[in-house]
């Protein structure tokens, strides 16, 4: 089924003195790896993708995948993942089609920035025990409020009273900083977005919808859901524009900056093809722009009609794919009507990416929020617009650093899907998915199951919610907006000048 | 009557003169709350004002502009008619649910994108990329009548529904051909009609020459037949519509780049 | 750790500069030698319309160009009514800085604008003129501080010659960051005076929340940054002050969820705007002014003010008394008992809770 030329990249193993041959590896491997044949189980390690389904669900521990360590002949520069990918493409003509986030070693800056902890001079704050306030409001914010002062009679005593006059405009309220990104049904399988949705819910969070529309089985969650737009239009109408609590208009996604999407025909089932409210089989082709938005301009023109469309009571968001010139675009857009600004990283996720793009478009998330917030700032509007940071974000700590270096709060895609069950395999555009996420085979789809699935999720939100408390606690602050843009309590370790300066870091030991 | 003693209206006047968008907006809603049974809204002196219509749901509703409105005209809006005596401005009826927007004039760029159903009938030219990426879904079909010519990249990413170029000028005589380029770039569903001869060097990729048939004809005969009604075109006119040879421009394929990636699976 | 006092006199009676310097020293056990500070209101009755800058220059041979440009920057907008350095006794500290002052008026023409113009024209000299300081720029009120020990700069500075209607002062203990003089507190900016013991854990966000309204943070301590957001919230943004205070010591998300639906509006709407404004650490801080200032309930009276308010979960001391027309807030008693050993009330105020006193009319 997939044929290969080049070694397997895993090696499948099966011992037969534990294997009772109960064929469960056959029925749970959805790439064809195994097979009964008379009295043993045959492997094709060539179609093996290390997603560890098989491993997980036989009884007898029986399987092993390792590397297959079958020898290419050194070369720095011709490394094997190079050669293979000639290989493949000179026989196709294609272009390699990839899933997950950059696969590339480039840096990761958080993994080189450290967090400050009270000694002494302010004492560390126990979260248990004591106030530890996350909550946190996206949306539009005024530069000042305005009061008014209305002359009352108490007590036979006239007196002014002072009474709010502004009026600040709808925002969406987190328990925690922490939003489920916009993976779309389609993309992902009805389960996962059920699992998702229901998690959101209970931890006082948000999930985005991603540009598949709004299964009809997610309505009752739908106060706890972001509807997006892409330039698609897949599934909007006014119905779902009203349904969610928040809007967000795609332009673009870190795993894939510059270029749309395409969901194929093949996973565009039934059900897909009501949510996204075209013909059953049929392309999801999303064009690379928003045809009606060729400018700044424009992007703000879309941004007022659909404020006009919701009667200015939906908030909308703009996500932009971080790429060089992203703090300007996110000036363009925080001073466009847009309450918030998504900054999705090179490193986040996908289901489908062209490998060149996946692996070499883009920049840091890290670089990119710390340019957008001391823009925002220098242009005066970074405490009226939210910035919501995305793409590879992967523990409680890349969150807090996030928040530090300016972030209101994070979406975070893959790290919700590993919670699911994904071993991050890559392959989610096969529609393949052991797992049952990334797929619409209803037998696969089933394997998940959503009470479990959403469990998970929720416990994963819940333990670095707990986690980022913790932190700030120990860091003497006890409410997340006096460490939003605290970039004094971040040191870098291992980064040179120019990168300390991106950043708006000292080196630790300053 | 109303309960507040106001009679209920069912046409009701707005000039618009030196009004901003929002208020406009927001005055045609308060008076579609306000009057349940109301039949049209006569908007005078429009100039520029955007998302006229936006996301409104109410059939048996007309609004009537005057003027030169702005962009996405329509947008998102499901039932009403907009009749505009005037040109509009960029992408009026963008990602239309269902209604009918009649432009007594031209489009300007992107008419119709995204529109999903209801139907679009302008009696002069449109800008570039109309009909971008109109996508039809059960009972919904988006239709997208141009009176006179269409500009490049007509019907790009088309994936549904039915655009018509009508080719005649406002007295209902020939233009000549189209000179359209990159006609149906991407389209991978529903039916582009021109009249007259198209090129293949006129067509984008993707997109194919069929052969026009009488049913063909048969379906776009009550578009024409509409199209003449609504702008007044005499019966010669409509039989000289009817009777033309038409190019019909349709996908190559369902799956135009299915080939297009290989999987990077090792 | 460092100790803080001030004192008002509602009725606005004169009182010498030695009483403050004898109750901050009994707080010097608090400090460490490296600052000390006080400020006085109504000390220049003289001169009471006029802006009183006092700078510290570079103590270099040639500190006189110094003057010069900064007359050039004053010149601009107004005129310097006089100028001298500010006398003081020889012999006490290691004299870094030469501490000048300017009486200064603008130019008619600006009076709408003189406060705004006046908080640039120190963000000029402090950004743009190596070697000036600027540490006090307020009307009929000064500060004076260095690098030593409460009495050493009460000496140095020849505090009983001065007489004011209010007094703060503050013992310094420097933890992180260096002592220097314009270190020291108190921290003024127009006619907000403020002391501060403790740490602004959220120094950072609040740093880039106030130069994003074009606050330059030169003094290379926390502490500025308070003074900044109280002319920012209150004079510019003009926020009843009892919620200015609440921007600044919120109330916790608990206790808002539960109040009635307008006061929980404002509460709401005051933490969405004012984030960036949270003084979040320990801190407990005495604020200053002579500014009209809206009071929550109140109406709109131009007077003397003196605030006091702690961190919302009180992680440092603060001591209320009063005697008489006399209001005492300090870090610790004694210190109050030093000077007014008989007190009519002694109390603590709640955290996060602010005291407000005003002059009688």
Known sequence: ???????????????????????????????????????????????????????????????????????????????????????????????????????????????????????????????????????????????????????????????????????????????????????????????????????????????????????????????????????????????????????????????????????????????????????????????????????????????????????????????????????????????????????????????????????????????????????????????????????????????????????????????????????????????????????????????????????????????????????????????????????????????????LEALGIKHAGF | MSKNGEEEKREVIIDAKDMGYRELNEKIHEVIDKNPKLKKIILKNVLGQRFIGNGIEKEDLTIEIYGVPGGDLGMFMSGPTIIVYGNTDHAPGNTMDDGTIIIHGNGGDVTGHSMRGGRIFVRDNV???????????????????????????????????????????????????????????????????????????????????????????????????????????????????????????????????????????? | MCGIIGFISKKKRLISGDKIAMALDSLKERGNGQGSGYVGYGIYPKYKDSYALHIFLNNTPDYYEIISKIKNTLEKYGKVIKDEEIPTNGGILKKEFIPWRFFYDFHPSYRDIENDLMVNIVMEINDKIDGAFVFSSGKNLGVFKASGWPKEVAEFYKLDQYKGYMWLAHARYPTNTKGWWGGAHPFNILNWSVVHNGEITSYGTNKRYVESFGYKCRMLTDTEVVAYIFDLLIRKHKLPVEYALSAIAPKFWKEIDLMEEDERKIHESIRMTYGGAVLNGPFAIIVGTHEGMVFMNGDVEKNNTMIGITDRIKLRPLVVAEKDDLLFVSSEEAAIRRICPELDKVEMPDAGMPVIVKMEK
Request: aromatic residues 6%.
């Open chain 1, 1 to 499: 089924m997939i044929p290969s030329t080049v070694p397997p990249k895993y090696k499948v193993e099966i011992n037969s003195n534990r294997c009772m041959l109960c064929e469960r590896c056959v029925r749970e491997c959805s790439w064809g790896v195994y097979r009964r044949d008379r009295n043993k189980i045959v492997t094709y390690s060539n179609r093996c993708g290390a997603c560890q389904r098989c491993v997980a669900m036989c009884p007898r521990d029986a399987i092993t995948i390792e590397k297959n360590l079958t020898c290419w002949r050194d070369h720095p520069l011709w490394t094997r993942e190079v050669r293979e990918d000639i290989i493949n493409q000179s026989r196709t003509g294609c272009i390699l089609l990839s899933g997950m986030g950059n696969a590339k070693e480039l840096p990761t800056y958080f993994d080189n920035i450290v967090l400050d902890a009270c000694q002494v001079t302010n004492p560390s704050i126990d979260p248990l025990r004591e106030p530890m306030e996350l909550r946190t409001y996206i949306g539009k914010k005024p530069k000042k409020l305005e009061f008014e002062y209305i002359e009352e009679e108490i007590d036979g005593k006239k007196i002014k009273k002072a009474k709010l006059k502004t009026n600040i405009a709808p925002n969406i309220k987190l328990e925690t900083p922490i939003m489920i990104a916009h993976m779309s049904y389609g993309a992902l399988s009805l389960n996962s977005h059920l699992a998702m949705a229901k998690a959101a819910k209970e931890c006082g969070t948000f999930m985005g919808t991603g540009e598949g529309g709004l299964h009809r089985d997610l309505y009752p969650y739908a106060n706890h859901i972001i509807t997006q737009i892409a330039s698609g239009r897949f599934g909007v109408n006014e119905d779902y524009l009203m349904k969610g609590a928040a809007i967000e208009i795609k332009i673009g996604q870190g795993s894939k900056p510059g270029i749309g999407g395409h969901l194929p025909g093949e996973k565009v089932s039934a059900e897909v093809s009501m949510t996204r409210m075209i013909p059953e089989g049929s392309d999801a082709i999303s064009p690379a722009p928003h045809h009606d938005i060729y400018s700044i301009e424009d992007l703000a023109q879309l941004v007022r009609s659909l404020k006009e469309a919701t009667r200015w009571k939906m908030p909308v968001f703009v996500k932009i794919a971080a790429v060089h010139n992203v703090a300007a675009i996110a000036n363009g857009i925080a001073t466009s009507d847009a309450d918030a600004v998504v900054i999705d990283g090179f490193k986040g996720g996908t289901g489908a990416a062209p490998k060149v793009f996946r692996d070499n478009v883009g920049i840091p998330i890290e670089l990119a929020i710390a340019a957008v917030d001391q823009r925002l700032r220098e242009e005066g509007v970074r405490n009226e617009v939210s910035i919501i940071a995305s793409g590879g974000i992967r523990n409680s700590a890349d969150v807090f650093k996030s928040i530090a270096l300016g972030a209101d709060a994070v979406y975070i895609g893959t790290a919700v899907m590993v919670a699911l069950g994904c071993r991050v395999c890559g392959r989610c555009y096969t529609g393949q998915c052991a797992w049952g996420i990334a797929t619409q085979k209803p037998e696969l789809v089933n394997r998940l199951d959503v009470e479990e699935g959403a469990n998970r999720v929720a416990n994963l939100i819940k333990a670095w919610t707990l986690e980022i408390k913790e932190l700030l606690g120990a860091a003497g602050i006890n409410s997340i907006e006096s460490l939003r843009g605290n970039r004094d309590r971040l040191r870098g370790i291992g980064l040179n000048n120019v990168e």
């Open chain 2, 127 to 266: 800008g570039y990329r109309s009909g971008i990426h109109m996508k039809e879904y059960m009972d919904k079909f988006p239709v997208l009548v141009i009176g006179g010519t269409a500009k490049d990249f007509l019907g790009e990413y088309m994936a549904g529904g039915l655009i018509l170029v009508l080719n005649i000028d406002s007295e209902g005589d020939d233009l000549g051909k189209i000179k359209g380029k990159m006609i149906g770039t991407g389209i991978h569903g529903g039916t582009i009609y021109i009249r007259g001869e198209i090129d293949n060097s006129q067509l984008g990729v993707a997109a194919d020459i069929k052969e026009f048939t009488e049913e063909d004809r048969k379906k776009i005969k009550i578009y024409i037949e509409k199209f003449c009604s609504i702008f007044n075109l005499g019966d010669e006119v409509k039989k000289k519509l009817i009777e033309s040879q038409y190019t019909k421009i349709a996908p190559i394929s369902k799956r135009p780049f299915g080939r297009l990636y290989t999987q990077d699976l090792r």
